[in-house]
């Protein structure tokens, strides 16, 4: 039997030898908490005579027993000659303070800390011990939570400098690691704790499961992998969609329409739009023009909007937009070869240098095609800006009078015209 568990102990050596000459770093920093998987792979990765660092983070939940864990921590780093990092947060006074969820605010913390190391030493990777198991108790807290594909898909060994060298292995063959090894480890009380929606599936749900339908561990894992496949056939189109939305901040309701839901999900989170909204965006491809969704991270915050504007979506926020503009001098004859002929002006017209400010509740301007001139705050609302934002949007003047609405209208005093000698194209952009 011995001889057996030293033939497995060898296999999985080779195993995670193989994995890390695939990915290779200067230095491995280990995500150990002090309990069994995480302190099984720093004796692993010991026995491969690896380069690596430990990160512990005491979050202060437990009192003596936080302080033992990093102990603990402590000593074997000091036994083995291993640098060790520690981040020491006071977890119960921050969730007092801002009232966010203790897991979700433990892991912020946990991997802000590893990205601050990591950038301390360039060429690191981060390494953390997730296994099978783990893989399958995601799936079901994700399920239940309502998340889309991006959720349940199986998390990957590697992913943007964080390694995950156990997650193909399952829990017994690293408890029988544990046993042949003769690991010490810290047994962490609140993994008992039926009060952690994580410790229910743990404990309760997932053997139930288990024991009624012994196959079905088997199928979650089969369409994760699916799911993380079908995810990565996807990103392409996602992050060329991505790239548009923030360089125009808006997008056409055509490129839309050609989104998966999971591109479409993904697309919004990744341009930071909360869920709640992000669910209401469908309402806007069948409203008039000008209906917008308004929304306000916390107290405080500038309001957020996004509005239907014709065919496209357009993003905005209730802060004074920052606009640049370009005057480019071109031959008569090249007016047919501007985009947007409406922004064509005559350079003659033009009176002094050219400035923005904010619209003002008196500015007029005279529009081709009328008589007379036309509120900019009426040309602000036909183009569907939202009320709350029309006095934050800027003018482009010159010296004497208004030369143009950004990006929507130009003054009929400078526009060109047949007669036109000094042609002018007018670009608008906005800052960063």
């Not at 053997?207 to 196959?215: A, D, G, T, W």
């Amino acid at each position: 039997m011995a001889s057996a568990n030293l033939s497995s102990l060898a296999a999985e050596l080779d195993e995670l030898r193989s994995y890390f000459k695939t990915h290779k770093a200067g230095c491995y920093l280990v995500a150990t908490s002090g309990g069994k998987d995480s302190m099984l792979l720093c004796e692993l990765m010991r026995m491969l005579a690896l380069p690596f660092e430990v990160l512990h983070v005491n979050y202060g939940l437990r009192g003596a027993e936080s302080e033992a864990d990093q102990a603990f921590v402590e000593a074997y780093c000091q036994k083995y000659k291993l640098p060790l990092h520690i981040k020491r947060v006071q977890l119960a006074a921050v969730l007092q303070e801002n009232h966010k969820n203790l897991q979700a605010e433990a892991r912020r913390i946990r991997y802000a800390f590893f990205s601050e190391m990591q950038q301390q030493q360039p060429g690191s990777l981060i390494c953390t011990a997730h296994h099978a198991e783990d893989q399958i108790e995601t799936f079901w807290l994700q399920l239940a939570r309502g998340a889309g594909m991006k959720g349940l898909a199986a998390m990957e060994v590697s992913q943007k400098g964080l390694l995950r060298p156990l997650l193909n292995f399952r829990r017994k063959t690293l408890d029988a690691l544990a046993t042949e090894l003769g690991l010490q480890w810290r047994e962490d009380s609140s993994n008992a704790s039926l009060k952690y929606r994580r410790n229910r599936w743990r404990h309760v749900f997932i053997p139930f499961l288990k024991n009624e339908l012994p196959q079905l561990e088997q199928s979650i894992l089969l369409i994760q992998k699916q799911f993380a496949l079908d995810i990565q056939a996807q990103e392409a189109l996602l992050h060329s969609a991505l790239s548009g939305l923030k360089n125009n901040r808006s997008i056409c309701l055509n490129e839309l329409t050609q989104l998966s839901t999971y591109q479409f999900i993904e697309l919004f989170k990744l341009f930071d739009i909360p869920t709640h909204v992000i669910r209401r965006l469908p309402d806007l491809f069948v409203a008039e023009s000008g209906k917008f969704i308004a929304w306000q991270v916390e107290t405080g915050a500038a309001k957020s909007f996004v509005v239907r504007q014709k065919d496209q979506l357009i993003f905005l926020n209730s802060e004074a937009t920052d606009w640049t503009f370009a005057l480019e001098d071109l031959p008569s004859q090249a007016a047919s070869e501007v985009p947007n002929t409406n922004f064509l002006i005559d350079r003659q017209r033009i009176k002094g240098t050219l400035f923005f400010r904010q619209v003002e509740a008196g500015d007029r301007m005279p529009v081709r095609g009328m008589k007379g001139t036309k509120k900019v705050l009426q040309i602000l609302k036909e183009a569907g800006i939202p009320a709350p934002l029309r006095k934050l949007q800027c003018v482009l003047c010159d010296e004497q009078q208004i030369i143009a609405v950004p990006n929507l209208q130009v003054s009929a005093l400078v526009q060109a015209n047949e007669n036109t000698t000094q042609l002018a194209a007018l670009y608008f952009s906005k800052k960063p």
